[in-house]
């Protein structure tokens, strides 16, 4: 059993920039794919960033192409979502999310979609003008 629990988040100024931590706890193999989403009121939810762990590129939503930075520290088993030069647009709650696929491939083949079995509880990112 995977679960996510994430951190960060709050209110900041456009131009800022915030960090969004989301620990997990469970074994991640590598035919996992890890996505950050958002979700702002009345609107559907975005994928911004993710990555399989068996291999491959990050990939990232062009609204948030040189943005945005997911990484992760193996050694705590977190990952992270750096978001600097924030924009009001950018105010959404924010999700990790995690779930495992097919062995082999890379983002692209395996984890385009948002049906990701595990889901961090979101935090809240609001940026003012």
């Known amino acids: 059993q995977v679960q996510l629990v994430q951190s960060g988040g709050g209110s900041v100024q456009a131009g800022g920039s915030l960090r969004l931590s989301c620990a997990i706890s469970g074994y991640i193999s590598d035919n996992y794919c890890l996505a950050w989403f958002r979700q702002a009121p009345g609107k559907s939810r975005e994928e911004v960033a993710g990555?399989?762990?068996?291999?491959?590129?990050?990939w990232y939503a062009d609204s948030v192409q040189g943005r945005f930075t997911f990484s992760r520290d193996n050694a705590k088993n977190t990952m992270y979502l750096q978001m600097d030069n924030l924009k009001p647009e950018d105010t959404a709650m924010y999700y990790c999310?995690?779930?495992?696929?097919?062995?082999?491939?890379?983002?692209?083949?395996?984890?385009?979609?948002?049906?990701?079995?595990?889901r961090g509880q979101g935090t809240q990112v609001t940026v003012s003008s």
């Open positions: 990555v399989y762990v068996g291999g491959g590129s990050t």
């Open positions: 999310a995690a779930d495992p696929r097919a062995y082999g491939g890379d983002w692209y083949s395996l984890c385009p979609d948002h049906n990701f079995r595990y």
